[in-house]
């Protein structure tokens, strides 16, 4: 089973652009990355699917790409309330589903 | 609206068995996958199980096969998760979540705590 390797943490000032990378082999062989928000104490939120999907209901300040075996997680426009863990999940092959160790975003 | 609710979570010995129950409403729960996430306290989030819409497939985290065991009762529209031989590194929240594309919707997440 793949790992998922992302930064422990991030930070910018409101209004910044933030990016979150989450690196592994099995990044590069499907397009099955999905990023989640977790503030603390709550459930996970969906924020971005198959690599740069946004789901209804996500600002498009979120946006997710995809360059070799990295995946990128940005956050442009930071707001006080995107302060959370933010967790990539990737299909890892051998029908097994892995989530990067998380990021915990700090807005300065 | 998306429901999702955990059930069965509690205090266990090491060794024992624990049954969890995620009750699902507001959605076809009979055409999604399902699974289960857990996180450690303090941890990142670990995935546990899924299963087919019709349970004909089903698949498992290598620390969990053998051990734990993920079905569901469509007329029920519910999702379990039998867990035996539990050990205090199962410790951890435990969450059923929606599949489809990425994990859409989840439960609330129910606390699982296996000591002596």
């Known amino acids: 089973q793949s790992a998922l390797t992302q930064p422990p943490s991030a930070s910018g000032s409101p209004g910044q652009s933030v990016t979150i990378s989450c690196t592994g082999t099995?990044?590069?062989?499907?397009?099955?990355v999905s990023w989640y928000q977790q503030h603390p104490g709550k459930a996970p939120k969906l924020m971005i699917y198959?690599?740069?999907k946004r789901p209804s209901g996500v600002p498009d300040r979120f946006s997710g790409s995809k360059s070799g075996n990295t995946a990128s997680l940005t956050v442009s426009g930071l707001q006080a309330e995107d302060e959370a863990d933010y967790y990539c999940?990737?299909?890892?092959?051998?029908?097994?589903?892995?989530f990067g160790g998380g990021t915990k975003l700090t807005v300065l | 609206e998306v429901q999702l609710v955990e059930s069965g979570g509690g205090l266990v010995q090491p060794g024992g068995s624990l049954r969890l129950s995620c009750a699902a409403s507001?959605?076809?729960?009979?055409?999604?996958?399902m699974h289960w996430v857990r996180q450690a306290p303090g941890k990142g989030l670990e995935w546990v199980a899924n299963?087919?819409?019709?349970?004909?497939?089903?698949y498992y985290v290598g620390s969990v096969k053998g051990r734990f065991t993920i079905s569901r009762d469509n007329a029920k529209n519910s999702l379990y998760l039998q867990m035996n031989s539990l050990r205090p590194e199962d410790t951890a929240v435990y969450y059923c979540?929606?599949?489809?594309?990425?994990?859409?919707?989840w439960g609330q997440g129910i606390l699982v705590t296996v000591s002596s």
């Open positions: 507001g959605f076809s729960f009979s055409a999604y996958w």
């Open positions: 979540a929606k599949g489809g594309r990425g994990f859409g919707d």
């Open positions: 198959e690599v740069s």
């Open positions: 299963i087919k819409e019709d349970e004909t497939e089903k």
């Open positions: 099995s990044v590069g062989v499907y397009n099955y």
């Open positions: 999940n990737a299909f890892a092959g051998y029908n097994n589903l892995v």
